[in-house]
């Protein structure tokens, strides 16, 4: 069992991006009780989400959760992994303001407590001290378990955490950036020191790059034909033919499908106990969890990486 208590179950973090979006209703339900039936028990979602569609003010993906959790039963063997700091400015980090968008999450997602409660983007306008007051502000509230930072360079996870021990402030117990087998910038080798080093987890977004891994975006005509095409195909960069040439390769050795490989990779990477991936059907999260039964030789996941 891992020394983190947001961590549980089968080793993948279940997006919530969709819920509230494109998966809803009894959909939405059907997929977030195939992830329990699985083993799932780690849900990522943020008060942001999904403020990006018209009509839309976030907070629609933590409520369909919570009316999950009411109907389900299932909260108490559930990690809840939500975020704040997207609706708005840097504003949102002032202390009185993170309990505010604390206790507005907590209602919606129906509940008492957040395993795992995340500052979503860092202010490098704020002094990193305001910040890291903020959130121990959540933690001594009892509402929260654990604290993460999302999107945080390593300059300043490592100036936060040098202030969290200085301070006897909670620490950041996870980091969420982006990080696939394609878009490798924002985890890089600074970062991952700095993850070893502490013990954080490290829980990485966009681990299929919006699609661009599973492979069907493989032509300009590809790329037009889903709302997350143009993602995709930015995602993907210079470098996205030959990854999938030789995700190809291993999906030929192992039989395994090019999600699975693109997740089996993730978690072979330093300080990485699981990604967070969504799903919209059923159907697209049993491919995901196809990855927890593909075990890569050392020699795929080296070809892999390189070709990256």
Known sequence: MSQHGFIAGIPLVLGGNVFGWSSKGDEAFEVLDAFYEAGGRMIDTADVYSAWIPGHKGGESETVLGQWFEKSGVRSEMRIHTKTGMLGGAELYEPARVLQSLDASLERLRTDRIDLYYAHKDYPELDI???VAAFDGAVKSGKVGSVGA???D???LSAALAEARASGAAQFEALQNEYNLVARDAYGADLQQIVADNGIAMLPF???ASGYLTGKYRTEDDYAKSQRGGRA????GANGPQV???MDEVAAETGASLPAIALAWLVRQPGIPAP???ARTVEQLHELLEFTKVELSDDQVARLTAAA
Do not use: E, T, V
Request: proline share 0%.
């Open 276 to 278: 967070i991936a969504s």
């Open 129 to 131: 001290a305001q910040i």
């Open 233 to 236: 195909k930015q995602l993907a």
């Open 150 to 152: 999302s999107n945080f």
């Open 206 to 208: 966009f681990g299929l």
């Open 154 to 156: 390593a300059a300043r």
């Open 244 to 246: 999938l040439a030789a």
